[in-house]
């Protein structure tokens, strides 16, 4: 299988969105919830300010269709949802490289998401890496969160990358892992 990596353009918007539709919370089937999913939705809007403010949107590609992306962003970025909030707030609670995690030092990671279709081949430790690499030019450390009723994508992120839990947190009666790694 050949895979072709690349950082999202606008065009890319409406493929990203139907691939993350499929997986997403509010309207995954129930049978695939067990597979992983999706807790934040996107609309054009975000995909944009990703794309355009961020460089933060970054896909994998087989056949010239999107199978795969992953995103990451500066904590400005997320801050317009809660959850995202709250870890900014708490960012400082929690050590990676021996060095407090801040909004200027670190950048979240994810949501990512692969397509079934092309699961357990590579795609997805592949675009983790791409995003790592071009996020490693402006940020030291990536932090991303985990909710615990999703252990496939705990499993793939603490056995596929180098991704390490640094500290448990409550956010909205939901129980999660804060992850973090060095960039480069």
Not at 108 to 116: E, M, S, T
Not at 139 to 157: G, L, Q
Request: aromatic share 14%; proline share 2%.
């Amino acid at each position: 299988m050949n895979i072709e990596l690349k950082v999202a353009t606008l065009d890319d918007i409406d493929e990203v969105l139907t691939l993350h539709y499929r997986y997403q919370i509010d309207s995954i089937r129930d049978e695939d919830k067990s597979d992983g999913f999706i807790t934040t939705a996107f609309t054009k809007e975000h995909l944009s300010s990703l794309i355009e403010s961020e460089r933060g949107l970054f896909i994998a590609c087989v056949d010239n269709k999107i199978v795969a992306y992953a995103m990451a962003a500066s904590w400005d970025f997320w801050a317009q949802w809660p959850l995202f909030q709250f870890m900014i707030k708490n960012l400082h609670d929690a050590c990676c490289l021996e060095q407090t995690i801040t909004k200027e030092n670190s950048y979240q990671y994810g949501p990512v998401c692969v397509d079934k279709s092309v699961r357990g081949q590579g795609v997805f430790e592949r675009v983790f890496e791409f995003s790592l690499a071009k996020m490693s030019a402006r940020y030291p450390i990536m932090v991303t969160f985990i909710n615990k009723v999703n252990p496939r994508s705990y499993e793939a992120h603490t056995r596929k990358t180098s991704l390490k839990v640094i500290k448990h947190f409550e956010f909205n009666n939901n129980n999660y892992y804060k992850l973090a790694c060095k960039t480069a």
